[in-house]
Every structure is written in structure tokens, then in C-alpha cells.
């Protein structure tokens, strides 16, 4: 059963502290998402790729955060210096060419991250 | 504007009967695609079902099924017989535009409904 692979599940760290989150795409996936999740704004998305390359990254405070996919099996959202607002639950999503028309993406579960 | 609004915070149903969880959305593209997901408390959000603006009829997928309502804009999602798995947030999203050649497109999610099956 194919699946989105993300680490940490869980990530507490202090005021200051990079903060590195780590994505395995579905196998054969040339698509990749990173979202946030937090109570307050939902799930907002931050970046995503496409067969490697950045398409879109409006959503992502461009200060602090970086998203990068060093090959096509990693993919990786890095905050430097984290803040207490950071916190929230970071997803990944992968997609393919045959889900593409509909737009459907794979989640992984997540990383909960909690800055303090 | 929201683009996507989802009323009911909660939900409350009995085992094996149906339950509508509502959503409805705001656009002004003519082509638009419109999503269900189910987030349960493991946290992976997975993918419900699908309906296309294009679509004549209703999207379905097993106990799942899309009542869309284009005039109205509206796209609830029905859970036939629920069951004890089926106690999850769900979340309404779409994407707006037509499906692109050269990839995805941004999607917008809703704020989500959390759905309690009672035994």
C-alpha cells in the first residue's frame, strides 16, 4: 500500500532552532505538496513541485522558510529561525500526471510541530 | 469571501443511518472541480471523492456520494449506513480553473466538519 512517508511525526524544539521536515513521495510521484494546518487558518498551502521544480511558493513566509526536493524520493521544508507561531501540523501531499485532471493528492500524516 | 464554507463544526450520527455533511462554495470561474476529504484522528487527510462543474451527474464512490447543486453551490457530501470508522473531520475543497496540462492547481479547503458516528 503506496504511501506518503513524512518525519518527524512529531517535532518540539525552542524559539530559535531550525527546523528541518522531511517528505517520501508515493513512488513515481512527480508532484509534490507541502500544507500547514492550524486551527485558526485551516489548511493553508505553502509550496508545491512538480518533477522537482518549485511552481508555486506564494504561500510561504519566504524569510524564514525554505522548501527544496534534493531527488525525487526527498522533499524537505526547513524553517530558520523557527517561532512560536510556527506551530502547527505540516502536511506533504504527492500527485501524478494520471490524478493531475482531477487534482487529487495522497497525504502523508504529518508533522506536528510545536515551537516554544 | 470565503471560498469555501463548511457550517456545521459538528456532527452528531447513529451508527448505520445517513448523514449530510454540507458544503457550499464560491466561485466565478465556470470550470471548477470540487473535493471531499477525511481526515481521521491518525491525521493523513485521504482523498473521498470527486465532482467535476462539467459533471451531469452526481459524483459516488462506494457509501459516498456528492450532491451537487451548481445553482445553489452547494456540494454536500452523503454517508450512506455510517459506520464506527467513519468518525473523522471531513474537509470540502476545489480547485478553480480548468484541470491544467502543464499540472496542478491550487486547491482551497474548507475549514472542515468533525463527524462523530454513535453506536
Known amino acids: 500500500d503506496a504511501r506518503v512517508t513524512q518525519t518527524p511525526r512529531h517535532k518540539v524544539t525552542e524559539m530559535g532552532q531550525e527546523v528541518t521536515m522531511r517528505c517520501q513521495p508515493i513512488?513515481?510521484?512527480?508532484?509534490v505538496f507541502w500544507y500547514r494546518q492550524t486551527m485558526m487558518q485551516g489548511l493553508e498551502l505553502l509550496a508545491y513541485f512538480r518533477n522537482r521544480a518549485p511552481l508555486d511558493d506564494s504561500g510561504m513566509p519566504k524569510d524564514r522558510f525554505s522548501a527544496e526536493m534534493p531527488d525525487a524520493t526527498l522533499a524537505t521544508l526547513k524553517i530558520q529561525p523557527s517561532e512560536p507561531r510556527d506551530s502547527a501540523v505540516y502536511f506533504c501531499?504527492?500527485?501524478?500526471?494520471?490524478?493531475?485532471?482531477?487534482?487529487?493528492?495522497?497525504f502523508g500524516a504529518g508533522t506536528r510541530l510545536s515551537v516554544l | 469571501a470565503q471560498k469555501i464554507t463548511q457550517t456545521q463544526p459538528g456532527m452528531f450520527v447513529q451508527e448505520k443511518e445517513a448523514v449530510t455533511l454540507d458544503c457550499t462554495y464560491d466561485t466565478s470561474d465556470p470550470s471548477y472541480g470540487l473535493f471531499w476529504y477525511k481526515q481521521p484522528s491518525s491525521g493523513e487527510m485521504i482523498f473521498l471523492i470527486y465532482q467535476g462543474s462539467y459533471d451531469q451527474q452526481n459524483a459516488t464512490e462506494g457509501r459516498y456520494s456528492l450532491n451537487f447543486q451548481k445553482a445553489r453551490k452547494s456540494a454536500n457530501l452523503v454517508i450512506s449506513a455510517s459506520q464506527l470508522g467513519d468518525s473523522a473531520m471531513y474537509f470540502c475543497?476545489?480547485?478553480?480553473?480548468?484541470?491544467?496540462?502543464?499540472?496542478?492547481?491550487?486547491?482551497?479547503f474548507g475549514t472542515g466538519t468533525k463527524l462523530q458516528v454513535i453506536p
Open positions: 513512488l513515481g510521484h512527480n508532484t
Open positions: 475543497a476545489m480547485r478553480e480553473g480548468l484541470p491544467s496540462s502543464g499540472g496542478y492547481q491550487k486547491v482551497t
Open positions: 501531499a504527492s500527485g501524478t500526471h494520471r490524478d493531475q485532471a482531477k487534482n487529487i493528492q495522497y
